[in-house]
């Protein structure tokens, strides 16, 4: 399951990325930018969204980080990986990784359509084997897999009233024209 932006993205049209993970009963795995305050920021008030409504978030990988510097991605793995290995009042969410830039893939988003099929394929394989080599993938996909919140016999009680797919369905066209 992918969400787009910020938790309450679609908040406009009434279904916003909990709902989304609500409905598909899925855990969250928030993914962030790379950096030290900001990004521990952002990502405590995007976890604290989401629970709020009662989606679990298992944790945080953090994007595109700097290659070198104050804030390259290793630098910045050291202090993120210390502030989630703290208590923070019994919360259970893991850090799985910084995925630092890769110099190949930037800009790719702005060259897909003059980039063929064959050198697509051939970068998005590239893309996948990066992430794995920065992420802990085992992990996220175990977490996931043993998240008690997938595992419990009865629906969770969201905070506010879940949409029916009929209502779901008839804010898409709303939701685009709002884009």
Not at 59 to 73: Q, R
Not at 162 to 174: F, G, K
Request: with cysteine; glycine share 8%; hydrophobic share 45%.
């Amino acid at each position: 399951v992918d969400g787009v932006g910020f938790p309450a993205v679609g908040s406009i049209v009434g279904v916003d990325n909990a709902d989304v993970a609500l409905a598909a009963r899925a855990p969250v795995l928030l993914v962030c930018k790379s950096g030290v305050g900001a990004a521990v920021d952002s990502f405590s008030l995007n976890s604290t969204y989401f629970q709020s409504r009662g989606v679990p978030v298992l944790g945080a990988v953090f994007n595109m980080g700097d290659l070198e510097g104050f804030n390259s991605w290793d630098k910045c793995a050291e202090n993120i990986k210390l502030w989630f290995s703290q208590n923070r009042g019994g919360r259970r969410e893991r850090y799985y990784g910084v995925i630092p830039v890769a110099p190949s893939l930037t800009g790719l988003r702005e060259r897909v359509a003059e980039t063929d099929a064959a050198r697509l394929r051939e970068l998005a394989r590239l893309n996948a084997s990066h992430f794995a080599a920065h992420a802990d993938l085992p992990a996220i996909l175990g977490d996931a897999a043993l998240e008690p919140w997938n595992r419990a016999a009865t629906q969770p009680s969201p905070k506010r009233p879940r949409l029916s797919s009929s209502a779901v369905a008839a804010a898409a066209p709303a939701a685009a024209s709002a884009a």
